[in-house]
């Protein structure tokens, strides 16, 4: 069963609300600023115009925010997740998510699952890192192995990587981060460098090592060592990052 649901402006609306609690859901909000909540089934939810609020809860969801600055939280599920114009927040949850900033700064968290993250024009945040404690504001000491493909696009993007995640900054100069909870054998991937760009390591405040970062160079390819454990591969990194390119952040250690 599929049901739709237009709204008129400002108003709230959740696919649980009526009979068809489970269904396949079409909810097209308005002008306004709306809150579009789905089900446990394959939802689309519309935002439009408006700064709206987008929950999908279960289910593979579609999510298109729209004119205006919406905040979209896709929960489990392989979601698709749009942003459109305006300055948006994005959460894809568990599962594989697909999640596209649009125009404008977006903030984005893909959570667990193999995701592909593309900031779209302006100047974004895309936080590929899982693991979890990450639900809680916290980090572990190695995150979970969920490989993403994480895309800033045109601006001037931060992006924060874990194990196995590939970043291409694209256009505009750009921040790659990356930490000590990165396997080394899966280690962040850097497509991109391009001179001007940075790489932040992360280290938690109570690590007791040397703290000391080396460059190694296979062919054209730098793979950035951190007391001799990789923590990045820059692709083609040779002969344009430079240890100068490269800054050391403590964060709070897992509690």
């Known amino acids: ?37 789905g089900g446990a089934g394959e939802d689309v939810l519309l935002g439009r115009g408006g700064a709206d609020s987008l929950l999908g809860y279960g289910g593979d969801d579609l999510l298109k925010g729209g004119d205006g600055d919406d905040v979209m939280d896709a929960g489990a599920g392989d979601d698709d997740l749009r942003g459109g114009d ?4 994005m959460f894809g949850g568990a599962g594989d998510d697909l999640m596209d900033g649009g125009a404008d700064s977006d903030y984005m968290e893909g959570g667990s699952g193999a995701d592909t993250m593309d900031g779209g024009a302006g100047d974004d945040v895309l936080f590929s ?6 639900a809680s504001g916290g980090y572990d000491l190695q995150d979970s192995y969920d490989p993403d ?34 396997d080394p054998d899966h280690a962040v991937e ?9 790489i932040v390591v992360t280290q938690f405040d109570n690590y007791t090592g040397a703290g000391e970062v ?6 054209d390819d730098v793979t950035v060592l951190f ?19 490269v800054s050391v952040i403590e964060v709070d250690a897992p509690a």
């Open 1 to 37: 069963m599929v049901s739709a649901i237009d709204l008129d402006e400002d108003e709230v609306v959740s696919a649980d609300s009526g009979e068809d609690k489970g269904a396949d859901d079409e909810i097209e909000g308005s002008a306004g600023a709306d809150s579009l909540i």
């Open 86 to 89: 305006g300055i948006d927040i």
């Open 129 to 134: 890192y899982w693991s979890p404690s990450a």
């Open 149 to 182: 493909l994480v895309r800033g696009g045109d601006g001037i993007d931060i992006l924060m990587g874990g194990s196995g995640d590939t970043l291409e900054g694209g256009d505009g100069t750009d921040g790659f981060v990356t930490g000590t909870w990165v």
């Open 190 to 198: 850097i497509a991109d460098f391009e001179a001007g760009d940075q």
């Open 214 to 219: 080396e460059l190694e160079t296979d062919g």
């Open 227 to 245: 007391d001799g454990s990789a923590v990045a591969r820059v692709t083609n990194g040779a002969g344009v990052v430079s240890l100068a390119d």
